[in-house]
């Protein structure tokens, strides 16, 4: 059995601070490290305890429907952790083995684990629909960090995380690129509305610290623009800041000591500008992190922290928005219905922005991810997370003709058009929501 993916090497390791495990301490380490989890998280303990098999979630997960692999029926995946945890720490395992669904460690362990826990997005649909409540994605944060703590992780992770250390951001960008950029989107919207607009970077003494997605500053830059025209037209002192210009958190999606690093990151950041308030761009796992982990993990904050769909929706009385002659539905990112309490927001931005606004089949906290949640984007994954997207493909087209997809989150912005053009459904425009915020806000009138 190979795993999907490339897996970072020794030397890409150490230039992130990790080591391979020797293979004669894998698995005692793989158990020591579950053991340390499964006492840390209670929510842990209680789904290595509880599963009676019942089968409701496989249907609700689209990696099986896409995949129909056994081995990503959430049950069956959180199994893979589960018989181990059984066999090694607890009495029955021990003695009873199979009988109670024991496993011993073998060498083909870790490699079921890097294949599957990698083919769960982490979305928490599973849980939505389990009687127990039980959280598959809890069980895959546990497999994936143990693995990336035993020198065992894909090569993407590694690569993200080299440039995060070098610049701190996902694409590895440098402070003087940062600013060509800004001055580059400024001049952009001169030119669409003949005012100067600011994107002020590493601006001193700002009341709000704004963190965007990289992907969103460097690529999908009419979100970035959204957000600059919102904070012109409220007044906001605002900045960003070079040394952190990523909502994005992957620590949160291969190892909860990168995450907290992260979280550190925009503490230090926020403290040095004297911001009060930090806004989260368009990035669903970046803002689960920040909503649910940064005070958690790194304790307490001195600023508050709100997402821009948050804080866009509470001013919408404060701008002048006119109605953009479109039909649009929104992909709901799954670490905002399911895991950030973001789920009207978005919907109440949309419909003073556009026409026609649509709802997909289920919605909020019953949609499907877009099957490139959790980090996996890897180019040579490209089959896999086709099959992922195959639900999501599914209820795009039987929505029928739409203008404009919003889909707010940055993953899903690199995740949805190749889904979309694999299964051949065309839609004219697709973005984030403070896209449409950019072009519907009236600003010189
Ligand atoms: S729905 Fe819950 S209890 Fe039933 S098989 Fe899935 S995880 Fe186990
Ligand atoms: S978190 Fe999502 S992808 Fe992972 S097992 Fe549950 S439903 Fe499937």
Redesign the pocket.
Known sequence: MKPPMHVAKETDLAAIGFAVSPLQEQQQKTVGKLNELVNAMRSLSVIMETCTKCGICAN?????LGTDDFNNI?AA?ADLVRRIYKRYLTLRGKYLGSYVGAEEFDDQTLTKWLTYFYQ???????ARFCPFGID??EV?IAARHILSELGIMPKFMQGITANMIKSGNNMGIPKPAIIDCAEFMEEEIKEETGLDIKIPIDKPNSDVLYIPSSADFFTNIDTMIGAAKLFYKLGLNWTISSSILEAANFGLLFNLKVMSEHNDRMKEAALSLGAKLVIQGECGHGWRAAKMYSEGVNGPIPFEIIHILDFCALNLDNLQLRKLPLRVTLHDPCNYARAGEICEQPRQILRACVDEFVEMTPNRDENF?CGGGSGILMDEMMEIRMKLGKMKADQVKALGKIDYLAMPCSICKAQIPNVLSHYGIDIANMGGVMDLVGKAIVLNE
């Open positions: 609700q997960c689209h990696s099986y959430p995946r769960c997005n982490e979305c928490r649909r599973c598959t994605a895959t991810c």
